[in-house]
């Protein structure tokens, strides 16, 4: 336990669990987007996969991770068909 609160004053947290839940789910959506993007030749549907799959590590706040995840699922939703 010492060695969380030396990393805590160093500025490194944890993530909460909501992020880790929400990573995992826009992680798979995204895995799955990929894979029906280059199936069936639809490049923005490929692109739309790569970004939930890679956007996690570039987002901090759990809240902007939620958001921009449901807004690229929403566009992926509309997009599919």
Do not use: D, H
């Amino acid at each position: 336990m010492n060695e969380l609160t030396s990393l805590g004053a160093l500025g490194l947290e944890l993530p909460s669990p909501a992020y880790l839940v929400g990573s995992i789910i826009f992680g798979i959506v995204g895995y799955v987007a990929f894979r029906r993007g280059r199936k069936a030749q639809r490049p923005e549907i490929t692109w739309a996969g790569v970004f939930l799959m890679a956007y996690p590590y570039a987002v901090s706040q759990t809240w902007l991770l939620w958001v921009a995840g449901f807004v690229a699922c929403c566009w992926l939703y509309a997009r599919w068909n």
